[in-house]
Nanobody
Framework: QVQLVESGGGLVQAGGSLRLSCAASGRTSSTYAMGWFRRPPGKERECVAAIRWSGDWTYYTDSVKGRFTISRDNAKNTVYLQMNSLKPEDTAVYYC?????????????????????WGQGTQVTVSS
């Protein structure tokens, strides 16, 4: 089991920035990938960004490319999501997730089913 604690959400004006953090504890040595998902109001959960723990693969959904950056600090067992040029449509509850399952196809890590450990979520609200 891996426990996840997210922080960094809040209210920001359009064009502003936020950095989300997700600290992992427990059986972190088995981590293969970490992802950030979001659930906008009334919509399905989607993968915003993901990173393989080795650092050799990252993924971004099209709507955040060039604005968001996912990174990880292995020593601190922490993954970050730097969000710049925020838009009202980025408003959502953001969730951090960890996968301890090895998939040979990295595309699997774009889906919530690849992750078995989830944080509690942090609200991000972008005002226009």
């Amino acid at each position: 089991q891996v426990q996840l604690v997210e922080s960094g959400g809040g209210l920001v004006q359009a064009g502003g920035s936020l950095r989300l953090s997700c600290a992992a504890s427990g059986r972190t040595s088995s981590t293969y990938a970490m992802g950030w998902f979001r659930r906008p109001p009334g919509k399905e959960r989607e993968c915003v960004a993901a990173i393989r723990w080795s650092g050799d693969w990252t993924y971004y959904t099209d709507s955040v490319k060039g604005r968001f950056t996912i990174s990880r600090d292995n020593a601190k067992n922490t993954v970050y999501l730097q969000m710049n040029s925020l838009k009202p449509e980025d408003t959502a509850v953001y969730y951090c997730a960890v996968s301890t399952w090895l998939y040979f196809s990295t595309s699997a890590y774009k889906t919530p089913d690849a992750y078995e450990n989830w944080g509690q979520g942090t609200q991000v609200t972008v005002s226009s």
